[in-house]
């Protein structure tokens, strides 16, 4: 896979095979899609009543069903659908009906896996995502991910209009001006969260804990968020605080950048930041990792593709040209630290070159696989697991941290920021929760 498309999030992953053209039918559909949708259109015949029956037979006269090229059949249905279909539309500005069957089939051949993400993505859906990972769109600044089909919060972006509004990691999003997000395809929800800047958004929201869902209004905004912010902390500013906001196009750009100017700055300790980092590029995490760790060491994490094949791939760590190897170091986390974050984090932990601190991570451990088709649309296929270079699971569990300190939305002050200061300075406060050791790649 091309390392700069491979994403994990909600949130992308690419392969590193070159892009190919795809043989189409309406458009661009391999034949392998098609021979994988009969398998689809099949099941869902069961659904229906039989009210008329006529056989099908193929130019040759044997049965579809029975040994013919299952392509003819995905065709056959499909322009019966298109030519006998009482209720398709007639309006000649509406989606093409061909082109409204093959979308359909797309994302019920996904959705039927119950994976939440595995996805066919159309090219409108596709055009947010790039928009997010750039780091500048209109919207209100929201990570989220789907399960079972509800909208949840995985993290409000640093500054974001959605942080803002005090929305927290783990809401969930019921509604979005009057009307259920439960059940929407991803380019529907997009299209009633997102709009104009200056523009205002009511969402209904269910948090854990609160009694009743509860409206919050969010006033859209141009999010442009920067990759990497800097500043310093502690007495006389000696440590580096590297707040890492995604994992995206200008990541590693800005990350350098920040880790010279610590190094002129004469610091004497860094706190990288992940917290409320929903991910987004694997290729950025394996650079990051880099940036702190020898790739001497070992790998940056392990992918597992194949179930019940206890052999692993290696994905190595990616050196650079800017390197800080020698000063101390501590990672802040939350449950808002997903994806790439956890691949930077494990690393940093199983390498015992950074202390952890904060909370639990979020545990999205797989990643997605992207093939791009001639019309812009996309499927993303979970294709692996990955594991630390210690080989611990990640997904559903998450990365615990060494010293735990609750993120308390009411204070004004950051505790976990004031602790990871504590650590670097004076170590591990006596008395401190701290989580049982990891094991050692």
């Not at 259109?41 to 029975?66: H, K």
């Not at 200056?198 to 929201?205: A, E, K, N, P």
């Not at 991570?361 to 812009?376: E, I, L, S």
Request: aromatic share 6%; hydrophobic share 35%.
């Amino acid at each position: 896979m091309t390392d700069d498309e491979r994403f994990n999030e909600e949130a992308t992953s690419s392969s590193d095979e070159p892009e190919q053209e795809a043989p189409k039918r309406g458009g661009w559909l391999s034949t392998s899609t098609w021979v994988a949708l009969a398998v689809l259109f099949g099941l869902a015949c069961f659904m229906f009543g039989i009210v008329a029956q006529r056989e099908i037979f193929t130019s040759n006269g044997s049965n579809p069903g029975s040994g013919s090229n299952d392509t003819d059949k995905i065709d056959q249905v499909m322009n019966l659908l298109e030519s006998e279909y009482y209720y398709r539309p007639t309006d000649p500005n509406a989606t093409p009906f061909a082109d409204t069957l093959e979308n359909n089939a797309l994302h019920g051949m996904t959705s039927g896996l119950g994976d939440d993400y595995t996805m066919y993505l159309e090219p409108a859906q596709n055009a947010p995502i790039a928009e997010q990972m750039s780091g500048e769109y209109e919207g209100i600044g929201v990570w989220v991910d789907y399960p079972d089909g509800q909208v949840r919060i995985i993290s409000p972006m640093p500054g974001s209009p959605a942080e803002q509004a005090g929305l927290q990691s783990g809401d969930i999003l019921l509604a979005a001006n009057g009307t259920e997000l439960k059940g929407l395809t991803d380019d529907q929800t997009l299209s009633l969260i997102r709009g104009p800047e200056g523009t205002t958004v009511t969402l209904t929201i269910q948090r854990e804990g609160v009694a009743q869902p509860f409206d919050v209004q969010v006033k859209r905004a141009r999010i442009t968020t920067p990759s990497v912010i800097y500043t310093r902390v502690g007495p006389s500013g000696s440590i580096a605080h590297i707040q890492v906001t995604v994992f995206g196009d200008k990541t590693i750009e800005q990350l350098d950048a920040a880790l010279k100017q610590a190094q002129s700055d004469g610091v004497t300790g860094i706190v990288l930041d992940l917290r409320n980092n929903g991910g987004g590029w694997v290729d950025a995490a394996q650079q990051m990792i880099g940036r702190f760790v020898p790739p001497e060491r070992g790998p940056a994490l392990y992918e597992d593709d194949s179930p019940g094949d206890p052999e692993m791939k290696s994905e190595p760590i990616k050196a650079g040209e800017v390197h800080v190897y020698d000063l101390p170091m501590v990672v802040l986390v939350n449950k808002g630290s997903a994806s790439a974050s956890e691949i930077v984090t494990g690393a940093l932990r199983d390498y015992d070159r950074a202390t952890i601190v904060g909370e639990n991570t979020y545990g999205k451990g797989v990643v997605q696989t992207v093939h791009t088709f001639n019309d812009g649309s996309s499927l993303r296929v979970t294709s692996a697991e990955w594991l630390t270079p210690a080989k611990s699971v990640i997904q559903g569990v998450g990365i615990p941290p060494a010293v735990v300190v609750a993120d308390d939305k009411n204070s004004d002050a950051d505790e976990q920021l004031d602790m990871a200061v504590t650590v670097l300075m004076h170590g591990i406060p006596a008395a401190t929760p701290v989580a049982s050791p990891s094991p050692q790649p």
